[in-house]
């Protein structure tokens, strides 16, 4: 746990990749007009959640008007209403909110991360910026020693997770994105793609509560 918390505090300190720190910045500076009197967090997001989960969320990267500008993963933007709504009826929060780091909310069994902890314009982070950030993952996997089965949010975040144990655990297999679909991976855990909680999925009904809850809670019983 006390290495976990060592983590964060450098991943909050980093600037390794000189666009992301320049676009945060610019975020953090330029702000959206409902947020125009807050102070945005502008710096990398570390993981949240329960430092002894079996339960590994990873998403992308922070939003812009979101995590970027509250400091803490899937917190204050459409997304993170429609994830925590979904995580609290599958009884893995307290709440059904996620509106700052000051909301009182509590992960069961369950920590939330991202492959690329800070921001990148137009959401399209270069494979270097990912490469900066693997090593943080690299990490956080270490140190969340119970961790059973990895829930990727989205195709993105469910590729960037296979590159990375391509090249640090020897998958030798291509798995596809599949919602709902759980892969082996070599280090014994195990790999579930689930449709990503944007605004556009929810709206088009690629993904819906129920679907989501679901999932969730097949995963639960799975641990």
Not at 1 to 28: Q, Y
Not at 172 to 181: P, S
Request: aromatic share 12%; hydrophobic share 30%; proline share 5%.
């Amino acid at each position: 746990m006390n290495e976990l918390i060592k983590l964060n505090k450098k991943i909050i300190k980093c600037n390794k990749c000189s666009r992301l720190v320049n676009f945060r910045k610019k975020i953090s500076k330029e702000k959206r007009k409902q947020y125009i009197h807050e102070t945005y967090w502008g710096k990398p997001v570390p993981g949240f959640g329960d430092p002894f989960a079996k339960i590994l969320l990873i998403g992308l990267a922070p939003a812009a008007h979101g995590g970027t500008r509250t400091g803490r993963v899937f917190t204050g933007d459409k997304s993170a209403k429609f994830l925590y709504n979904c995580l609290y009826k599958s009884k893995l929060s307290n709440q059904p909110i996620s509106e700052n780091r000051y909301d009182n909310l509590k992960l069961f069994n369950t920590y939330i991360t991202l492959a690329l902890k800070c921001v990148p314009p137009g959401d399209k982070p270069t494979s270097n910026e990912l490469s900066n950030c693997s090593n943080y993952f690299s990490n956080e996997i270490k140190y969340l020693n119970n961790i059973k089965i990895i829930v990727a949010l989205g195709k993105i975040a469910f590729d960037t997770c296979c590159k990375f144990y391509k090249k640090n655990h020897k998958l030798n297999k291509n798995y596809k994105f599949i919602h709902g679909k759980k892969y082996q991976l070599p280090d014994n855990k195990y790999l579930i793609g689930c449709y990503h909680p944007s605004p556009r999925n929810v709206n088009t009904k690629i993904i819906n509560t129920k679907k989501m809850v679901r999932l969730f809670k097949n995963v639960k019983n799975f641990t």
